[in-house]
């Protein structure tokens, strides 16, 4: 079967087997993302760091994580897209070596800074490659699906980390990510490849700043910045806060870790669907892809700064859980946004960009949050500041999408 273009039509079964190997991609990256938050107190007993430097290690994470999801990105847009999550996925696993070798507060960080070089591409490599086998109208959902691979890690693998540490130690779980990192590469070398969809033609690229400096492209990085900043302040310290702000066991901890997951998949494969279909039958992509992004943002970040205003711990929890879980459905919106507005020649390397710059918010959660929390007179009220910080942000960042996010507007502007 063929498109309107002469295409080969994507066979579903095989595109959702596909999109569910680059699921298992995102999963995989998550958990090794994960692991310090949920070895936290251990790695500061240990390693004998503070919160702050603890903050500090986990921002390093992000030193090279855009460099190289820029890069990466326009090599992609030039090379299959099956080789280049093989060489990320076995990167991963070697970039943990260095902490096992040695358990000192530099290797930690050194390993941090490798690990985040070799992850920073992984979102919107596998965003790409799900493409491949996606008209534009239909890639909000498998895009929430990839999204969502960060959820099933903190809901499916945080708790199994959560009890090898406790009943194993820290370095139990790290062997445990690299061995899954190198079993995936195996597995996607026989299952995995992209889509008929996939544009090998580079005489259509347009120069990229009209793509980057399109209002779409500026609303959807503006709308992801501060829920991404949010996103990366959870992943290292949401343990902490259960255990120390809370006052939840460290086991509790580990098993709460998934909560504002589930919230999240949830909101964001139901929006997603829901986006997809009213665009297929003729709906605005500003309402699909822009509004539906600003009014996530507006709630989610809404009742995050509630957070200081309430002392009952379950209540906190519940506000933490869905002001999470409904402003990361930003995430898949303003990829499908952008892949809308790019030529097909260089979907890799558009999305790869968009991912690069609202993943730079990762330099500033996790660190402002151990400032804040250092500095505050009770860990319950740092974090508290964090959350009514990151949660305005977030705000400010809906008013953007309303504003900005018009794909189908830029699309036809771009190619002009």
């Known amino acids: 079967m063929t498109d309107r273009a002469g295409v080969a039509a994507p066979d579903p079964v095989r595109a959702w087997t596909v999109t569910g190997m680059l699921v298992l991609f995102i999963v995989i990256n998550w958990a090794d993302k994960s692991i310090l938050g949920l070895a936290a107190e251990p790695l500061m007993a240990e390693l004998r760091i503070s919160p702050a430097e603890l903050g500090f290690i986990g921002s390093s994470f992000f030193f090279l ?5 820029v890069l990466v990105g326009f090599l992609a847009d030039r090379v299959r897209a099956q080789w280049v999550l093989i060489g990320l996925a076995i990167a991963w696993s070697l970039t943990q070596l260095p902490v096992l070798l040695s358990a000192t507060g530099t290797s930690l960080l050194i390993s941090r800074i490798a690990l985040g070089a070799a992850e920073g591409p992984a979102t919107a490599m596998a965003a790409a490659s799900a493409f491949t086998w996606f008209p534009k109208e239909k890639r909000a959902l498998p895009a929430a699906w990839i999204t969502a691979g960060s ?20 370095r139990a779980a790290f062997v445990t990510l690299i061995l899954l990192g190198v079993l995936w590469s195996v597995a996607w070398f026989f299952l995995g490849g992209d889509g008929p969809l996939r544009v090998e033609d580079r005489r259509k690229v ?30 290292t310290w949401l343990p902490s806060y259960l255990e120390k702000a809370l006052g939840f066991s460290r086991v509790q901890a580990g098993v709460m870790f998934g909560l504002p997951s589930i919230s999240s998949i949830i909101v964001m494969v139901g929006i997603s669907a829901l986006s997809d279909r009213l665009l297929s039958r003729g709906a605005s992509s500003r309402l699909t892809r822009g509004i539906f992004s600003a009014v996530g943002l507006l709630v989610g970040g809404g009742l995050l700064t509630l957070v200081p205003l309430l002392d009952n711990r ?26 809308h507005i790019a030529p097909p020649g260089q979907q890799a390397s558009t999305v790869g960009f968009l991912v690069a710059i609202y993943s730079l918010a990762g330099l500033l959660g996790p660190w402002l949050t151990g400032v804040l929390v250092e500095a505050a007179e009770s860990p319950a009220a740092g974090f508290s500041q964090a959350f009514q910080l990151f949660g305005g942000c977030a705000v400010l960042g809906g008013v953007a999408a309303w504003l900005l996010i018009q794909p189908d507007r830029d699309a036809a502007a771009i190619v002009r």
């Open 314 to 339: 379950y209540l906190a929890l519940t506000v933490v859980v869905l002001g999470y879980g409904i402003g990361v459905a930003v995430f898949p919106l303003t990829t499908a946004a952008v892949s």
């Open 206 to 235: 347009v120069p990229f700043r009209r793509i980057g400096l399109s209002r779409t492209f500026l609303g959807c990085v503006l709308a992801a910045f501060p829920m991404y900043a949010l996103v990366s302040m959870l992943l």
């Open 65 to 69: 994580f855009s460099v190289t999801g």
């Open 151 to 170: 959820s099933i890690a903190k809901i499916a693998v945080a708790p199994v980390l959560t009890f090898i540490i406790v009943g194993y130690g820290w």
